[in-house]
Structure formats: C-alpha cells, structure tokens
C-alpha cells in the first residue's frame, strides 16, 4: 500500500509540473496577443472633411478605437486639414499624440474617452501642437494623464510647445504636466470657458519649465491635497 500510495503522490506531482507548463505557456501566447492588438493609427485628412469619425482620413482605414493609439501631426492634422470632434460623436482611444509639425485639434462637443496612459501632447522636438476645446467632454478613465510640451531630454531645451485651449466643454484627468523636468518642452494652458478636472492619482498638476496658464472665466477644479 505504501508504494501504491508513494507511486500516485508521484503521479500527481507529474501532472502538477505539466499544468505549470501548460500555463506558463497560455501566459506567453496570450500576453503578446494583447500588445498587438494595439494600433498606432495616424490621421492623414484624404477625405478633405476634417471629420475625426470618417475611416478615410485615417492611416489605417479605420476611426482608432479604445485600444488603439491616435497619431496627429502636421502638415496633415494642420490647421486646415486637422481633425473636428462635434456633437453626436462617441469616441474612444487609448492614447492621443502629437509629436510632429504644428497639428490642430478641435472639439466643439461629442465626447472622448482616453483608455489607456493619456495624451502626449507636442511629444518632441519642434513640435507645436494645439488642442481648442469649445464644448463636449473629454474623460481620461485610464492611467489618465494629460502631457504638454513633452520630449526626450536629449532634445534641445523647449523645444516643443503644446498649447490646450478651453472656451467651453469639460475635460477629467488624473494628471496634467505642463512642461517637463530637464530638457523638456513648454506647457501653455487657456482656460478661457469650460472646466478642467485635475486628480492626484498622476500627480496632480504640475507646471515648470517656463509653461503657463492662464484662467479667465473658465473654472480649475483641483481634488485631494495638491
């Protein structure tokens, strides 16, 4: 009886070793799968109608989803070709970057929903992106922060410069940084309408580097101790 018992507490052990393997590689399979599942998906303005909602201005062929990141540069997000957000529209991404040339994004309502890190906005050097907001809301519901004038350190001192305007409209972030530490870029803020919903989860709002904002009727929420 001892040996039978020792021969199936081995058996068991065996079995124990081939299911750890068998995860171990469902693991490996899996977690690739969810990475690439993830597009960066640029904006390129074809259709000639500035609308954010029409698949035939972007790269791919398709309006970037919630797992997917929205490229906007110029010259083909540039101020008259760039990218309008209006009422009726329903929108998801898990990131917003501009890192290229002077794009302009406008947003006059609808709704945005920021899945994933948030918005690098004016990402590198000689960048000089801006976003005018005039109504609708945009909610970062992931790790949510909102990026202005950030670059790599290796890149000339402000070098990059991200301007966020609000006439109207209301935004939510867990985060916002204006200029970053170091080499980083510049910041500028326009609260002219609206609301802007800073959390602390991502640091709260942080403003260095020779960035800026300005409050005039708009209205600065900032929550928890900041």
Do not use: Y
Not at 52 to 75: H, K, Q, T
Not at 104 to 128: C, H, I, P, Q, Y
Not at 148 to 159: A, N, T
């Amino acid at each position: 009886s001892n040996r039978r018992g020792l021969k199936l507490f081995k058996g068991f052990l065996a079995l124990n070793r081939v299911a750890s393997v068998i995860c171990c590689i469902a693991v490996l399979v899996i977690g690739p799968v969810a990475e690439i599942s993830a597009a960066r998906i640029t904006w390129t303005g074809e259709a000639g109608d500035n609308v954010w909602d029409n698949e035939e201005n972007w790269s791919s062929g398709s309006v970037p989803g919630r797992n997917d990141i929205a490229i906007l540069n110029g010259p083909d997000a540039g101020s008259r070709k760039g990218p309008i957000i209006a009422d009726g529209d329903n929108l998801k991404v898990k990131e917003l970057i501009a890192d290229e040339g002077r794009p302009l994004v406008t947003m006059t309502g609808g709704k945005l929903e920021v899945t994933g890190f948030g918005a690098r906005w004016a990402d590198a050097s000689g960048a000089n992106a801006s976003f005018k907001m005039s109504g609708g809301e945009i909610d970062f519901t992931g790790t949510g922060i909102l990026n202005l004038g950030w670059q790599s350190r290796v890149d000339p001192v402000r070098s990059s410069r991200g301007m966020w305007e609000m006439t109207g409209g209301e935004v939510t972030v867990k985060g916002l940084e204006a200029g970053v530490s170091g080499n980083g870029g510049i910041g500028m803020i326009d609260l002219h309408g609206g609301t802007l919903n800073v959390g602390i989860s991502r640091g709260g709002l942080t403003i260095r580097n020779r960035s800026k904002m300005d409050i005039t009727e708009g209205k600065l929420v900032l929550t928890g101790d900041q």
